[in-house]
């Protein structure tokens, strides 16, 4: 093969390998959109799901929105229905009860290894997000609240220098997004959480990591009951 051909060749290559990231990252984006509006509560359990129309929103083909609706099955969040098409299944209250369940146990892996594994700049940066949270706890702001919850665990799930565990957090994590949001929203549950996230904060100053590990546990735990409290409120007032 001559210098002029293995130069096509190589081009060839590149171009096909392009071709390929670019297909990659619109089905990502195409999967991210829909299971994000199905999560967000945009898209509602009984909803349907319409490829063109779909297609015409994200202003794409349908192939990557079939792509995504297949992925979206297999994680359960749609269900295709016989003569009815793609319908959204959502996650139940017992698919957040389960998450729960599962994230306590690990959550309290997780801080049991950050005690043990964090380094003095992923501490400063929980000291920092303690410390915000106090500041809009008294002015009960729940959507920065929400965020500086998220980034508290999200330094957690990188200090504990686990891959495996950060990955399955943070997808069991994306799944409650909403009902986490809610249950800050119970009355005095913004303040208890604060002492709560402080508490484990310190656990992790020390090094104590079995107080962490207990500590992190019973947050998640308590968070599922105010979800529950939620729930009960909420039926109480459409009735």
Not at 3 to 21: C, T, W, Y
Not at 167 to 190: Q, T
Request: overall charge negative; some cysteine.
């Amino acid at each position: 093969m001559d210098d002029f051909e293995e130069s096509r060749v190589a081009k060839a290559k590149r171009f096909a390998k392009m071709q390929s990231l670019e297909r990659y990252s619109l089905h990502s984006y195409v999967f991210n959109y829909i299971r994000d509006a199905i999560l967000n509560g945009r898209y509602k359990p009984g909803d349907a799901l319409v490829e063109t129309k779909l297609a015409e929103e994200l202003g794409v083909s349908r192939t990557p929105i079939r792509e995504a609706i297949r992925q979206l099955e297999l994680e359960g969040l749609v269900i295709s229905i016989p003569n009815k098409g793609v319908v959204v299944s959502g996650v139940s209250q017992k698919d957040i009860d389960d998450i729960y369940t599962i994230r306590s146990m690990l959550e309290g892996l997780a801080a049991r290894w950050a005690a043990q594994r964090i380094d003095e700049q992923a501490l400063k940066e929980l000291e920092e997000i303690v410390e915000l949270m106090e500041y809009y706890t008294r002015k009960n702001d729940f959507d920065q609240l929400t965020q500086l919850d998220t980034r508290f665990h999200g330094v957690i799930y990188d200090a504990c220098d686990s891959k495996v565990l950060k990955h399955m957090l943070d997808n069991l994590l994306r799944y409650v997004e909403r009902a986490r949001r809610g249950s800050l929203k119970v009355p005095m549950r913004a303040r208890l959480s604060f002492h709560e996230h402080r508490s484990i904060f310190e656990a992790i100053m020390k090094r104590d990591a079995a107080e962490a590990e207990r500590l992190m546990a019973e947050h998640i735990s308590r968070a599922i009951l105010n979800l529950h409290s939620l729930t009960e409120q909420s039926e109480e007032e459409k009735d």
